[in-house]
């Protein structure tokens, strides 16, 4: 089961240095998410990450970055979708993007590499994000997604993940879960992570 984390929008003290030590903890994908920034922002800020690093990292925006840099993967917000027109990534990149309805899973056409669902769960960053999903339909869809003989990307769940969720995220199907104020929002976001890390093993 995977383990992601996503940045927090706003700008944390020693941001860059907490996302490094968590890189180096074995974090697989970083998806760096800073809806207001430039250009330039985003290069200091992936400039502050050591290089080693750089392959792991998701932009959601700023794309063309991904490509000069060597990064991780692009992610599609879903204003994006429609737009893109770049062709397929390089080896080791990948494309994701994110839905909120299990219908848009189903249907859609373009091959992702992996897709977040939310929100599973109440959001913790963002206020009145209500949980829209009920787990058990989930599963049943999921299920049905797992025997399709063709693309069926691996589904992420995001939204209100906390350690004590994650055995009913891997009940529900899930490839995997994506967490965001479960870290940001602790004292010590390295701890945190690191915590939510021994839960998914």
Do not use: C
């Amino acid at each position: 089961m995977q383990l992601l984390l996503i940045s927090p929008p706003h700008s944390v003290p020693d941001e860059a240095l907490l996302v490094s030590e968590i890189l180096g903890l074995g974090l697989a994908r970083f998806h760096l998410r800073k809806p207001e920034w430039s250009r330039t922002q985003m290069l200091n800020y992936v400039a502050g990450i050591p290089a080693r690093f750089h392959s792991r990292l998701v932009l959601h925006s700023h794309h063309s970055l991904v490509s000069e840099l060597g990064l991780g993967g692009v992610h599609l917000p879903a204003a994006h979708r429609a737009t893109w027109r770049t062709g397929p990534p390089r080896p080791g990149q990948t494309l994701s993007t994110s839905f909120h309805t299990l219908a848009e899973i189903s249907r859609h056409r373009r091959r992702y590499d992996y897709v977040f669902l939310s929100p599973i769960f109440d959001s913790l960053s963002k206020q009145y994000y209500a949980a829209a999903f009920n787990l058990a339909e989930v599963a049943a869809t999921l299920g049905q997604l797992q025997r399709r003989v063709g693309y069926r990307p691996p589904v992420i769940a995001l939204g209100g993940v906390e350690a004590h969720q994650i055995a009913a995220v891997r009940r529900a199907g899930f490839a995997g879960a994506a967490v965001l104020g479960a870290v940001w929002q602790q004292p010590d976001p390295v701890a945190a992570f690191r915590a939510l890390q021994s839960v998914v093993g």
